[in-house]
């Protein structure tokens, strides 16, 4: 039951990336919330919503509690989200007289956005990391080949000559970017949701804006007002993960050019091998790197769709979401991983000139 | 580890399709590609290019060999197709004499997008079936409840009246044309890929094109060209499918305006439960409806990007449909559901006119 | 005022044709509905519905009349579509006692869909020619040129020899494919619209069929069912004109690669200048057949998202297609052009094998 | 001869934008190379590359030429870019002794990418400017009419109430994100090319950079490493655009299904005619918010697929550019207007709780 090739068992070795795989889980998901559920409960308990007591037994369901996950998914069948049923069974678990401030004041979205965020933030972390070593080995690269010529080409015609160095400034400088970027941007992505059923923090004694302050503290997320229906830092962020995407895609792309045979300008290490012709070695990891830049250059636009969220919450662009993020995740993870083994095994030839 | 919600052990009950996903196990595909392995054996012992025990034995091994899941991941993260390392696999498994026998004149590309054609086949039958069955019950309720008044409403306002048999007619003509549609292209796209390392069935004594005539009669597949560079007949199918989710999404952004409480002039049967307020019955299905249709249409365009297959193979187009196509099929087939749904619990209610 | 490549005055020698440009004047559309009508004008005298005179005069005034521009633009500004406008000053130039009779038992969607219709029509016949002709080019250059040895290349590798032929028959077999789907669908799409309100060609003594029959036979255009919210046959047509645009791309990008100074399979005619480089001769119509499919891969998107038609009239989704369709006949357009100028000017040169 | 709707001489009225229309005339285009090529010769006269009296004389011919269209258009069509031709053209008014010291050591890329640059100066102004304006708008709304009680609605039903405050606020928190990401990017954006034929500031003495840095303080933009490879900039810029149709768009879509006959919640000022029904009054403005945010959702992805910019000049990928983001800005601006006049003529109705 491998529909994408990020999940496929052979493929995802191509394709994947573990690490985004681990945070999209549903074991992760599942934990993620109940940390939020926890989390607020504790914080409701701090500026006296809840009884502490309420929230020390809360906390313990939460800690300890695996719920079955045939039952959330018939509650998902029937509810197009996993939160109802799941509030359910954590209540049951928690039990009387506490049952009822399990997820006080919350709504379905609180929970599963900041899931989302609390999973995305380790992996903000690791795609700074990751673009770090690359431009790393970017550098280095410059540093060892960068006095080997190149021929320049421009319009897929030679043109004059350059140097490996020329070529490689231009696959790195837009990576400096890109992490510049992602530190403009996390601040803003990085933010607890808890808004209520309609994003009002309502019914909670006016304290609403003082349990997020609490709420953001506990999970160490970053406070701000109740984006429910405000997904533009989603979409902002996929933009992001199809810019680095992008830039890898195109150094995949150059590769795949300079190792042509007729051209040999670059040597890979580790050619993929051919059912049909023991003679050759293929760029593939060149060639996946154009694959998953065209695949996220694409899913983006569905992302964006979901800007267009209507009244207070929409199934439908909400949904959306959950479809294209995760795929986008798991292509730039794929793509870094496959930036870092081409770079890392990639040798220039001087050019004929 | 599940990046797709289609592959998702919680969110798959609302989003996947059961019936695709079968298809698209890793499971089945080896499977598939082992039935090509033995057919085109099969065949060219027919035409007497291999030996008739040569044959036998393949298809022996091919019938009882289960391949280790580990190997083939780490063959495809090098060779960035499963096949090298599944046909290395079999040869050993066939050992000699007759392990050069296995995959004779083939390449990566015959085994695996033949076996992305045998897997599509019965998908489209049963697609054409789920279509008609749909087309049935809007007929139905066409005939039941078609006397029922509404409101037309263009640009978002009342209108003039209209019937409900005027509502269900504009859902339902699409459908037919779709059938139709279905029935133009299944015997474009169900044709079987045989063509040798570049695709001119080069290497078989001549009889390339005897083969290929012999392995298609074999596999119950149609025969045609070597279609590995020309992918149009996948890219059409493609857009058929987001045809048909996009034909079922306006049903369901129908149903969710209709089924606002201040027009209700359909009630749905089981609406989707709210963790926060207890009086709502939301209309998931027809928001799903709209988030599949939305999801298709933005993929539809990657499938196309793929048209851009250069020279004899392209791995970065190639491989790109492979994240794709799946995806659009595993969304037909969960709106083809939810719309069967939908519909099978949807009752017009006479409008204040 | 040329935000658009396909309008502007340079750009458009590069990238535009001027049929689609022709057809898509303001001036034309305006001709259009007016066609529309004198012709409805018609089917209604013959039926009855008005007096003869009246469709004498209507006839008239529409033959004769020639709106203001600025008039016409405010309008639609106001109501988001030409025709209220339009109607209003074509009802002035009609006068009593006729007035009245024009547009009736007509709304806008009616006008301005087979408006579009009537000008798709020869778009149609003339893309099926040029279809036809590129066809005939590529089985003359199979013909002188198919012995050519050339050098098969699988994921950008040397791989096996080819000949020509090969290389040609693999970019034309999809063009048949392309025809016999134009033919397919074109008797789908070129259907009249006339629904009237909402879509029920209400008000017209039980007429409406038969009006709409003698319409379809005064316009020369199929007749069928009012399509108001069924955007099937556009969607389908639009992947059309992407499967062609897509097919003629991946000639570009194989022409591209062959003509790279290092492989020179392919001599092309008449390369393009470099302002900086003297020596340069760049394959422009080459790439521009990629620019344009992948343009057009990108386009389909938002017009299957259009499919999303909510209620009896969408403004916002109909509204989307305008933005959409045009532009992918112009890009389909150019990229039939280009393609028989690159394959005109285009010599095999023997690989070294 | 109007392709598309921001072109067209009805349609522009309502899906145009005049201050992006006028930065992409073929005149603003052509005056802004011109004035590209002008600085250049300042700058290289300034750093002793070129006499001084060069540089003089081609300022004067810049100042006042003005190239034929037709001419410009031709070679358009052979070279696939402006530059050859104009740059031709412009040594000859120069002429003797200083014609070779026009465009010296540049190339296309260079004229082209920054005359966008230029263009993109003003209107990145102008947009910020507007969106301001929007925000004040919403705040002054929120001051006005936010204690007026709606019905909240969630997945399309009602929830609980709200106030029209924090509808607003939804609407415009989005906005103020926005405006602190065009401050964020607009240093990355505006930026010269200036790069010569393969982008290394070659065959200028070496004093490429310094050229750079004084041709940067003459044009008033900043200065950087040459980016004619690396489209980040352009990309983000894009994603920018789409973000802000797409927040549009939410309050378009809001806005049509609050102004709903039987929902009412908004009365909007001057809504649209219908051809057919006197009695409706079309919320046109709030439709094409949606339909402009679907629209660029889409075109983003076609600029993402432009990163793929292979080698040191990518025709293809380069070109895909001019077709895409004129567009973007065109459809942003338009979203713009609408959504300062449909917020303008908003009034809130109080919801029947």
Redesign the interface.
């Known amino acids: 039951?491998?529909?994408?090739?990020?999940?496929?068992?052979?493929?995802?070795?191509?394709?994947?990336d573990?690490e985004?795989?681990?945070a999209?889980?549903?074991e992760a998901?599942i934990r993620a919330i109940l940390t939020f559920e926890k989390a607020l409960a504790s914080a409701q308990a701090v500026l006296g919503v809840i009884p502490a007591e309420a929230a020390v037994r809360i906390g313990e369901a939460c800690d300890n509690f695996s719920p079955e996950?045939a039952i959330?998914?018939?509650g998902?069948?029937?509810?197009?989200?996993?939160?109802?049923t799941l509030?359910k069974l954590l209540r049951e678990e928690v039990a009387e007289p506490y049952a009822a401030k399990v997820?006080f004041g919350?709504?379905?979205q609180d929970?599963i956005d900041t899931s989302l965020v609390l999973r995305l933030k380790p992996l903000v972390g690791s795609f700074a990391t990751r673009l770090d070593a690359l431009i790393a080995l970017l550098r280095a690269i410059e540093a060892e080949q960068g006095a080997t010529l190149l021929m320049?080409?421009?319009?897929?015609?030679?043109?004059?000559?350059?140097?490996a160095a020329?070529k490689v400034?231009?696959w790195r400088?837009?990576l400096h970017?890109?992490s510049c970027?992602l530190a403009?941007l996390r601040e803003?992505l990085l933010i607890i949701q808890f808004g209520?059923?309609?994003?009002?923090r309502?019914g909670l004694e006016g304290r609403g804006d003082a349990i997020a302050a609490e709420l953001a503290r506990l999970l160490e997320l970053n406070n701000g007002?109740c984006?429910q229906?405000?997904r533009?830092?989603l979409?902002?962020f996929a933009?992001w993960l199809?810019?680095v995407s992008?830039?890898l895609?195109?150094i995949?792309?150059?590769v795949?050019?300079l190792?042509?045979?007729?051209?040999s300008e670059v040597k890979l290490a580790?050619g993929?091998?051919?059912?049909?012709?023991a003679h050759?070695?293929?760029?593939?990891g060149?060639?996946?790197l154009?694959?998953l830049?065209?695949?996220?250059?694409?899913?983006?636009?569905?992302q964006?769709?979901s800007?267009?969220?209507?009244?207070?919450?929409?199934?439908?662009?909400w949904?959306?979401e959950?479809?294209?993020l995760?795929?986008m995740?798991?292509?730039t993870g794929a793509a870094l991983r496959h930036a870092s083994t081409v770079c890392g095994g990639l040798r220039f030839v001087a050019a004929a000139v």
Do not use: Y
């Open positions: 039951m491998t529909i994408s090739v990020f999940d496929h068992p052979i493929l995802s070795a191509l394709l994947g573990e985004v795989s681990s999209f889980s549903a998901d996950i959330l998914a018939s998902v069948a029937q509810d197009g989200v996993i939160a109802p509030v997820h919350a709504t379905s929970a320049g080409r421009t319009r897929m015609q030679r043109a004059l000559p350059i140097h020329d400034r231009g400088e837009p970017r890109h970027r403009e803003r209520g059923a309609v994003g009002v309502g007002p984006w229906v405000q533009d830092c979409a902002e933009g199809s810019l992008g830039a895609g195109k995949g792309q150059d795949a050019i190792a042509q045979n007729e051209i580790g993929g091998a051919s059912s049909a012709m050759k070695s293929n760029p593939v060149a060639e996946i154009v694959t830049a065209r695949f996220n250059s694409t899913l983006l636009a569905a964006h769709q800007l267009i969220h209507e009244n207070e919450r929409s199934g439908a662009a949904t959306l959950w479809l294209v995760p795929q995740l798991a292509a």
